[in-house]
C-alpha cells in the first residue's frame, strides 16, 4: 500500500521570486539606458581650457613666413664662353657699377674678331679706291662737257653770222646749210653729253651707296664682335653686393651659365610662401604685420607668383614705411598676411576642440559654472587668435576650447572643483 508523502515547501517564496526577476529587470534597463542614451561626464574644472565668447574688431588673416632679400638682385651670367683668367674680386665684395669682376679669355672669339677688322679695313680701301676712281670719272665727264659746250657755242655763232652773210648774198647756200648742220651736230652731240653725264651722277650715287651700305654693316658686324670681345670682361652692372660668384681661376664657363649676382643694397623685401588653398585671395595690394625687436611693421605686396610648386605658391612683399634697423638679408619673418578688411564680429578664441568638432559644435558652460552641454555652432573665418561666431552662441558665453578626444561622444559635463 502506497504511502502519500507530503510535499515540502519550497526554500524561496514566490513573492521574493518575483522581487529578484524585476530588479534583474530593471537593472537591465538602465544599463541598455546609459550605454545608448545621453552620457555625462564629471571632470575637474582645473583641466580644462574655458575662454569666453565677445564681441569686437576682427580681421581674417594667416600667417607665413616670410624671408629678407635684397629689392632687387641683378644676375652674372656669361655672356660668352671662355676661360677665367683673372678673378678682381671675392664672393661678398661690395661694388660700385662698372667695377671689373673677372676676365674670361677666348681665342676663337678674339681671332674672330681680327679677321672682322681686316673685313671692314678692305672694305673702306676698296670703297675709298671706288670713290677715286668715280671722282676721275665725274671730272673726264665734266672736262668733256665742257669741250661740247664750247663746240656747240661756236657753232651756233657760225651759223647766226652765215644766216647774215647769205641774205647779203656774201656765201653761197651751201656754206650755210654746212654751218647749219654742224650747229645741229653740236646741239644733239650737248643734249647726249648732258644725259651721259646725268647717268654717270646717278650712278655713281648709286654705288656709293651700296659701298656706303654695304661698309655700315660690316661695321656694325665689328662693333657687335668688338662687344662679345668686351663681354669676356664681367663687370658689376650696379652698385651693390657681389655673392655666389662661382668662378675660380682655369675654370672654363659655357655661354649663358650663371656665375652670380649682385644684390642691391638700397632696401629689402620679403618673399613669403603661402599655401595654394589661399592663391584665389592673394593679390598685390595686401598688407601684412609682424612684430621686430618689439617694434610693429608693416608689409604690401607688390608682387604674386602664380607658379605653384609643392602646394606652395610665393609673393613678393616691400616695407610700407620703414625698415627695422638691423635687419638682414636670409632673416626669417612671422607675418600675419591680412585676408580681409577689419570688421566688427562675435569673436570665439581658437583652441584644440577645433580638431574634434569641426566648428560644428562645443561644450558651453550653464550660468553657474558647473556644468557645460553640448552645443551646435556655425563658425566663419578665422585669424591666428579667433574664429568668426556666425551662430550659437552670444557675447558673455562661457565655454571649453581644450581638446575633446577624452569625451568628443560626451553630451553633458559636470565640472568639479
Given at each position: 500500500m502506497?504511502?502519500?508523502l507530503?510535499r515540502?515547501?519550497?526554500?524561496f517564496p514566490?513573492?521574493?521570486?518575483?522581487?529578484?526577476s524585476v530588479l534583474?529587470?530593471?537593472?537591465?534597463?538602465?544599463?541598455?539606458?546609459?550605454s545608448?542614451g545621453d552620457?555625462?561626464?564629471t571632470?575637474?574644472?582645473?583641466?580644462?581650457?574655458?575662454?569666453e565668447?565677445?564681441h569686437?574688431?576682427?580681421?581674417?588673416?594667416i600667417?607665413?613666413s616670410g624671408?629678407?632679400?635684397p629689392?632687387?638682385?641683378?644676375y652674372?651670367d656669361?655672356?660668352?664662353?671662355?676661360?677665367v683668367?683673372e678673378?678682381?674680386?671675392?664672393?661678398?665684395?661690395?661694388?660700385?657699377?662698372?667695377?671689373?669682376i673677372l676676365?674670361?679669355?677666348?681665342?676663337?672669339?678674339?681671332?674672330?674678331l681680327?679677321?672682322q677688322?681686316?673685313?671692314?679695313?678692305n672694305?673702306?680701301?676698296?670703297?675709298q679706291?671706288s670713290?677715286?676712281?668715280a671722282?676721275?670719272?665725274?671730272?673726264?665727264r665734266?672736262?668733256?662737257?665742257t669741250d661740247?659746250?664750247?663746240?656747240?657755242i661756236?657753232a651756233e655763232?657760225i651759223?647766226?653770222?652765215?644766216?647774215?652773210?647769205?641774205?647779203?648774198?656774201?656765201?653761197?647756200?651751201?656754206?650755210?646749210i654746212?654751218?647749219e648742220?654742224?650747229?645741229?651736230y653740236q646741239?644733239e652731240?650737248k643734249?647726249?653729253?648732258?644725259?651721259?653725264?646725268?647717268?654717270?651722277?646717278?650712278?655713281?650715287?648709286?654705288?656709293?651707296q651700296q659701298?656706303?651700305s654695304s661698309?655700315?654693316?660690316t661695321?656694325?658686324?665689328?662693333?657687335?664682335?668688338r662687344k662679345?670681345?668686351n663681354d669676356l670682361l664681367?663687370?658689376a652692372?650696379?652698385?651693390g653686393?657681389?655673392?655666389?660668384?662661382?668662378?675660380?681661376i682655369?675654370?672654363?664657363k659655357t655661354?649663358?651659365?650663371?656665375?652670380?649676382?649682385?644684390?642691391?643694397?638700397?632696401?629689402?623685401k620679403v618673399?613669403?610662401?603661402i599655401?595654394e588653398?589661399y592663391?584665389?585671395?592673394?593679390?598685390p595690394?595686401?598688407?601684412?604685420r609682424?612684430?621686430?625687436?618689439?617694434i610693429?611693421?608693416?608689409?604690401?605686396i607688390?608682387?604674386?607668383?602664380?607658379?605653384?610648386?609643392?602646394?606652395?605658391f610665393q609673393?613678393?612683399m616691400n616695407?610700407?614705411d620703414s625698415i627695422?634697423?638691423?635687419i638682414?638679408r636670409?632673416?626669417?619673418l612671422?607675418?600675419?598676411?591680412?585676408?580681409?578688411?577689419?570688421k566688427?564680429?562675435?569673436?570665439?578664441?581658437?583652441?584644440?576642440?577645433?580638431?574634434?568638432?569641426?566648428?560644428s559644435?562645443i561644450?558651453?558652460?550653464?550660468?553657474?559654472?558647473?556644468?557645460a552641454?553640448?552645443?551646435t555652432i556655425?563658425?566663419?573665418?578665422?585669424?591666428g587668435e579667433?574664429f568668426?561666431?556666425?551662430?550659437?552662441l552670444?557675447?558673455g558665453?562661457?565655454v571649453?576650447?581644450?581638446g575633446?578626444?577624452?569625451y568628443?561622444n560626451i553630451?553633458?559635463?559636470?565640472?568639479?572643483?
Amino acid at each position: 500500500m502506497d504511502i502519500p508523502l507530503e510535499r515540502k515547501s519550497s526554500k524561496f517564496p514566490f513573492w521574493l521570486k518575483i522581487t529578484v526577476s524585476v530588479l534583474v529587470v530593471v537593472l537591465i534597463i538602465f544599463v541598455l539606458t546609459s550605454s545608448g542614451g545621453d552620457r555625462t561626464l564629471t571632470i575637474e574644472k582645473e583641466r580644462l581650457t574655458l575662454a569666453e565668447v565677445s564681441h569686437g574688431s576682427f580681421q581674417e588673416n594667416i600667417a607665413v613666413s616670410g624671408l629678407v632679400m635684397p629689392i632687387s638682385s641683378i644676375y652674372l651670367d656669361a655672356l660668352e664662353g671662355g676661360r677665367v683668367e683673372e678673378k678682381y674680386v671675392e664672393d661678398g665684395a661690395v661694388l660700385k657699377k662698372g667695377d671689373p669682376i673677372l676676365r674670361l679669355s677666348n681665342t676663337d672669339l678674339e681671332l674672330s674678331l681680327i679677321n672682322q677688322e681686316t673685313a671692314v679695313y678692305n672694305l673702306l680701301t676698296q670703297m675709298q679706291i671706288s670713290q677715286n676712281a668715280a671722282r676721275q670719272n665725274s671730272i673726264s665727264r665734266l672736262n668733256q662737257m665742257t669741250d661740247v659746250e664750247n663746240a656747240y657755242i661756236e657753232a651756233e655763232r657760225i651759223y647766226n653770222l652765215n644766216k647774215s652773210l647769205f641774205k647779203k648774198g656774201v656765201i653761197a647756200r651751201q656754206d650755210l646749210i654746212q654751218s647749219e648742220n654742224n650747229f645741229n651736230y653740236q646741239k644733239e652731240r650737248k643734249v647726249l653729253t648732258e644725259a651721259i653725264l646725268k647717268e654717270d651722277s646717278l650712278a655713281n650715287k648709286h654705288v656709293q651707296q651700296q659701298e656706303k651700305s654695304s661698309y655700315e654693316r660690316t661695321r656694325k658686324a665689328l662693333e657687335l664682335m668688338r662687344k662679345k670681345v668686351n663681354d669676356l670682361l664681367v663687370i658689376a652692372p650696379v652698385d651693390g653686393q657681389l655673392t655666389a660668384l662661382d668662378a675660380e681661376i682655369g675654370e672654363t664657363k659655357t655661354k649663358g651659365e650663371r656665375l652670380g649676382q649682385i644684390d642691391v643694397l638700397s632696401g629689402y623685401k620679403v618673399r613669403a610662401e603661402i599655401d595654394e588653398h589661399y592663391i584665389t585671395r592673394i593679390m598685390p595690394g595686401q598688407t601684412g604685420r609682424f612684430t621686430f625687436s618689439g617694434i610693429p611693421y608693416e608689409l604690401v605686396i607688390k608682387k604674386v607668383y602664380a607658379q605653384v610648386t609643392n602646394g606652395r605658391f610665393q609673393v613678393d612683399m616691400n616695407f610700407v614705411d620703414s625698415i627695422p634697423e638691423n635687419i638682414k638679408r636670409g632673416q626669417s619673418l612671422q607675418v600675419k598676411l591680412a585676408l580681409s578688411a577689419e570688421k566688427e564680429a562675435l569673436r570665439l578664441p581658437k583652441g584644440a576642440f577645433y580638431q574634434s568638432t569641426g566648428g560644428s559644435w562645443i561644450f558651453k558652460l550653464s550660468e553657474d559654472g558647473n556644468s557645460a552641454y553640448r552645443t551646435t555652432i556655425n563658425l566663419g573665418s578665422q585669424n591666428g587668435e579667433y574664429f568668426e561666431v556666425l551662430s550659437g552662441l552670444q557675447p558673455g558665453d562661457r565655454v571649453i576650447t581644450s581638446g575633446y578626444d577624452r569625451y568628443k561622444n560626451i553630451e553633458e559635463l559636470t565640472l568639479i572643483h
